[in-house]
T-cell receptor
Framework: EPEVTQTPSHQVTQMGQEVILRCVPISNHLYFYWYRQILGQKVEFLVSFYNNEISEKSEIFDDQFSVERPDGSNFTLKIRSTKLEDSAMYFC???????????????FGAGSRLTVL | GENVEQHPSTLSVQEGDSAVIKCTYSDSASNYFPWYKQELGKGPQLIIDIRSNVGEKKDQRIAVTLNKTAKHFSLHITETQPEDSAVYFCAASIRWSTLTFGKGTMLLVSP
């Protein structure tokens, strides 16, 4: 079964450092997403990406965050200067276009745990 | 924006019992309601979904009901098994837009 893969599974970094989280979406999917989950809290939407540009972003996704699809397979989330409150599990997801149904069926990766010290 | 509340936060049942998880949403325009199961060390996996033109949907031991008037939807698992133990998330979205998740329910099924 096709899956979304994420690396690294766990990253520990010092406050103020830059972090790049990587994702390989399912190959025929065209929509890509980043969500995050702070320990004990809700899974929160960060950003969606389609046709090589951001299609939607939340208020969490401020100037320290950026996303990129550097080649035909990878989708990355960069955090420029990490803060303690960025510690969370970051999930990448991808979906097909389901125009007929209007449903947004996401397939999630296993997540990248970011710990900022 | 949309707000999804989910209850209970934890649920312990005996194997063979039924489990019910309930969610409410705030935006009456939401029309797609998926449920995700997350096992330890894995990402959320879609287990069932329902759209606003349907009141109930069933897939083997799993069923979801939707009450649009009350803006709530529920997940029902019958004949629970230890392998059903996981965290379950409900979510809501408006057509093609992003998902808003509930906080999750940790289900523990004891043998």
């Amino acid at each position: 079964e096709p899956e979304v893969t994420q690396t690294p599974s766990h990253q520990v970094t010092q406050m103020g450092q830059e972090v790049i989280l990587r994702c390989v979406p399912i190959s025929n999917h065209l929509y890509f997403y980043w969500y995050r989950q702070i320990l004990g809290q809700k899974v929160e939407f960060l950003v969606s990406f389609y046709n090589n540009e951001i299609s939607e972003k939340s208020e969490i996704f401020d100037d320290q965050f950026s996303v990129e699809r550097p080649d035909g397979s990878n989708f990355t989330l960069k955090i420029r200067s990490t803060k303690l409150e960025d510690s969370a599990m970051y999930f990448c997801a991808s979906s097909e276009i389901l125009a007929a149904s209007g449903a947004n069926v996401l397939t999630f990766g296993a997540g990248s745990r970011l710990t900022v010290l | 924006g949309e707000n999804v509340e989910q209850h209970p936060s934890t649920l312990s049942v005996q194997e063979g019992d039924s489990a019910v998880i309930k969610c409410t949403y705030s935006d009456s325009a939401s029309n797609y309601f998926p449920w995700y199961k997350q096992e330890l060390g894995k990402g959320p996996q879609l287990i069932i979904d329902i759209r606003s033109n349907v009141g109930e949907k069933k897939d083997q031991r799993i069923a979801v009901t939707l009450n649009k008037t009350a803006k709530h939807f529920s997940l029902h698992i019958t004949e629970t098994q230890p392998e059903d133990s996981a965290v379950y998330f409900c979510a809501a979205s408006i057509r093609w837009s992003t998902l808003t998740f509930g906080k999750g329910t940790m289900l523990l099924v004891s043998p």
